[in-house]
Nanobody, 122 residues
Framework: QLQLVESGGGLVQPGGSLRLACAASGSTLNRYAIGWFRQAPGKEREEVACISSTGGRTNYADSVKGRFTISRDNVKNTVYLQMNTLKPEDTAVYYC???????????????WGQGTQVTVSS
């Protein structure tokens, strides 16, 4: 069964950068589209980026377009989220989750990782 583990979060100053990683085990990643989601205190979880199973298609939330880049390495079974020009409003717990092949599919509820905290503050 696919299991996802996020890493790379931390404390960063506004304008800084972080790269998150979503590492898969239990199954090869090349059949899954992977989405990055975030949830800030008191707010609903939102999807910020998604990449199709082949990497040929990516989607971004308007709030992160031009600042975040999602990529994947199917050999390493890992999906990355490069976050640049971070803002305090990017502070949240970031999660990754899987769908079959395309970002238009339903999230596989069993695939949610445990999350990694990103805090943007001076």
């Amino acid at each position: 069964q696919l299991q996802l583990v996020e890493s790379g979060g931390g404390l960063v100053q506004p304008g800084g950068s972080l790269r998150l990683a979503c590492a898969a085990s239990g199954s090869t990643l090349n059949r899954y589209a992977i989405g990055w989601f975030r949830q800030a205190p008191g707010k609903e979880r939102e999807e910020v980026a998604c990449i199709s199973s082949t990497g040929g298609r990516t989607n971004y939330a308007d709030s992160v377009k031009g600042r975040f880049t999602i990529s994947r390495d199917n050999v390493k079974n890992t999906v990355y989220l490069q976050m640049n020009t971070l803002k305090p409003e990017d502070t949240a717990v970031y999660y990754c989750a899987a769908r079959w092949f395309e970002c238009s599919g339903v999230v596989l509820t069993s695939s949610w990782g445990q999350g990694t905290q990103v805090t943007v503050s001076s």
